[in-house]
């Protein structure tokens, strides 16, 4: 569920570094909001990140 329709954002993963430097595996999930668009003319109910919602990727419906 965690991934963006429009640009295809998902999870990523890494490595957590503490001050004393150990290590330990995190992830990074996107923030994915469940929004009505405008998908081939009809409203359509799509996962879209706010950074595409913000740059106007995803024509709202109202």
Not at 3 to 26: A, L, M, P, Y
């Amino acid at each position: 569920m965690a991934k963006c329709e429009i640009c295809g954002k998902d999870v990523s993963f890494g490595i957590q570094v503490s001050h004393s430097h150990r290590r330990t595996n995190r992830t990074w999930k996107p923030n994915i909001k469940r929004v009505k668009a405008i998908v081939n003319g009809t409203p359509k109910r799509v996962y879209a990140c706010t950074r595409c919602l913000r740059s106007g990727k995803v024509n709202r419906a109202v």
